[in-house]
């Protein structure tokens, strides 16, 4: 699994706010929409480095989410539009 940091700001992701699979209620991991690539990435390689899921912090998660439908490409171009790369 990816080092459970904030995409965007770098944070960590305290380890007792989400699950085993990285997955949390107000923070943790983002699967976005998977694209072509990404369908034929998960046919040959376990999931924990998956390239569609990013990890988001309690500031950054809800918006992040709200993006989830998109590509993660598309998604990290709005988020760091807004919010900048740190
Ligand atoms: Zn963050």
């Excluded at 998977?34 to 918006?63: G, I």
């Amino acid at each position: 699994m990816k080092p459970p940091r904030c995409f965007l700001c770098g944070a960590w992701i305290p380890q007792d706010k989400v699950d085993e699979y990285g997955m949390g209620d107000d923070q943790g991991i983002i699967e976005f929409k998977k694209t072509k690539k990404d369908l034929e990435w998960d046919k040959k390689h376990f999931p924990e480095q998956a390239p569609y899921a990013e990890w988001f912090c309690a500031v950054h998660y809800p918006r992040a989410k709200s993006l989830s439908k998109h590509t993660t490409r598309d998604a990290i171009d709005i988020l760091t539009a807004e919010f900048g790369l740190s």
